[in-house]
């Protein structure tokens, strides 16, 4: 059974960093591509940051060069380094991953960024 369990998320003030963590289990941790995604209230749900296997990663346009997305085989995590944070990166962040062509969420973090 795949699971995916988010921690670190918490109330930070703009400019601030937060770490997100994601620890998965019931996988080969190393041969899949992790993602953390985001939703906000009464948005559609995004995708922010994806690492391959082979640690490719991608961002969406708006985190670029504030947020850094890695992962620790030995330790089947993938983390999100979240600095200068403003209030508009307030939202709910849930780790995923496709296993067996299905997505795979953990129950989400909250990130609030407020003064």
């Known amino acids: 059974q795949v699971q995916l369990v988010e921690s670190g998320g918490g109330l930070a003030q703009p400019g601030g960093s937060l770490r997100l963590s994601c620890r998965a289990s019931g996988i080969i941790f190393g041969l899949y591509t992790m993602a953390w995604y985001r939703q906000a209230p009464g948005k559609q749900r995004e995708l922010v940051a994806g690492i391959t296997s082979g640690t490719r990663t991608n961002y969406v346009d708006s985190v670029k060069g504030r947020f850094t997305i890695t992962r620790d085989n030995a330790k089947n995590t993938v983390y999100l380094q979240m600095d200068d944070l403003k209030p508009e990166d307030t939202a709910l962040y849930y780790c995923?991953?496709?296993?067996?062509?299905?997505?795979?969420w953990g129950q989400g973090t909250q990130v609030t960024v407020s003064s």
């Open positions: 995923n991953t496709k296993f067996n062509n299905i997505d795979r």
